[in-house]
């Protein structure tokens, strides 16, 4: 059984950069042919993808958050991350760490999401 937990600050003040790290267990982040997503939910809106790192550490961001966004890979930890810059008040959301199945472009395991709020 697969299992991903986020951790990171709950609180972040504009224009700093938010970080966030999901740990895995019971499957590593290197096994083909599987990826790791970052996705959030902002206050009464629907998911938005924010990105992803493959098994072989190549990654892929949302065209809309390119510019601000990183996700890096720890292999000895079994832990990816998020970087998000320079934040504003509408970065505030539920940020939820999931794996993808790369061939049926399916989601079959997430995290329970943690809350980021962005405010001085």
């Known amino acids: 059984q697969v299992q991903l937990q986020e951790s990171g600050p709950g609180l972040v003040k504009p224009s700093q950069t938010l970080s966030l790290t999901c740990t895995v267990s019971g499957g590593s982040i290197t096994t083909s042919y599987y990826a790791w997503s970052w996705i959030r939910q902002p206050p009464g809106k629907g998911l938005e993808w924010m990105g992803v790192i493959a098994y072989d550490g190549s990654t892929y961001y949302s065209p809309s958050l390119k510019s601000r966004t990183s996700i890096s890979r720890d292999t000895s930890k079994n832990q990816f991350s998020l970087q998000l810059s320079s934040v504003t008040p509408e970065d505030t959301a539920v940020y939820y760490c999931?794996?993808?199945?790369?061939?049926?472009?399916?989601?079959?395991?997430w995290g329970q999401g943690t809350q980021v709020t962005v405010s001085s």
């Open positions: 999931a794996r993808v199945e790369e061939v049926a472009k399916a989601y079959d395991y």
